[in-house]
Structure formats: C-alpha cells, structure tokens
C-alpha cells in the first residue's frame, strides 16, 4: 500500500511559480514511476508529467513542456513539480499517482489507468 499527500498549491498570478510535493509512504516509493495529473473544471483529467523510479528518465505534456520540470528525492519518499510561468489555463487540481506494475515507459506514462495509486490532490488557481 502507498499513501500520496499532495501539497504546495495555491492561488498565484500569471507568469508566477509554485512547487509541488508529493510525500508518499511506503519503504518501496524508489521503485515506482510517479506521474501528475490534472483536472480542471468542466474537463476531464489530464496528464501533466511523470518521472521514472531513479528520476532518469522524465516526459512531459506539450502544454508544459519547457515550464514544468519533475524530480523526486527517494531519500524523502517525495515527488517535486516545479512550475513557472504559470498561465490561467494551468488552473486545476493536480494529483500525483504511483504505478507499482510496470516499469518506466515512454509509450505509457500518460495512461492514467497505469497508476495504481492516487492521491487526493492540491488546487492552483492561476489568475490573469
């Protein structure tokens, strides 16, 4: 069993930045790969990023590419998203979710059905 506590969310302006840290318990969180998701209002839940069990290998949605970054610290059993210019459309609750099956995959990561385990999330509002 893995227990995911998302946190670091908030209200900020457009163009600002927030981190977000995702604690799990567990003496196993190295071995899984750690993604983020998003669901805003009104739309369905999306993929945002995730990272593989020893943080060398990361994808990331288009929609975030090169402002969102992903990282993790197995020593603290923590998952980090890190993310700047935020922009009125990154408005959402953010889940993190562990995948204990299956290792890291390119063609996978996205997949929600992959992530056996989820968090209860954390709000940003980004405002203009």
């Known amino acids: 069993q893995v227990r995911l506590v998302e946190s670091g969310g908030g209200l900020v302006q457009a163009g600002g930045s927030l981190r977000l840290s995702c604690a799990a318990s567990?003496?196993?969180?190295?071995?899984?790969?750690i993604g983020w998701f998003r669901q805003a209002p009104g739309k369905e839940r999306e993929s945002v990023t995730a990272?593989?069990?020893?943080?060398?290998?990361?994808d990331y949605a288009d929609s975030v590419k090169g402002r969102f970054t992903i990282s993790r610290d197995n020593a603290k059993n923590t998952v980090y998203l890190q993310m700047n210019s935020l922009k009125p459309e990154d408005t959402a609750v953010y889940y993190c979710?562990?995948?204990?099956?299956?290792?890291?995959?390119?063609?996978?990561?996205?997949?929600?059905?992959?992530?056996?385990?989820w968090g209860q999330g954390t709000q940003v509002t980004v405002v203009s």
């Open positions: 979710a562990a995948n204990s099956r299956t290792f890291y995959s390119r063609n996978s990561w996205a997949r929600q059905r992959e992530y056996d385990y």
């Open positions: 567990g003496r196993t969180f190295g071995s899984y790969t």
């Open positions: 990272i593989s069990r020893g943080g060398g290998n990361t």
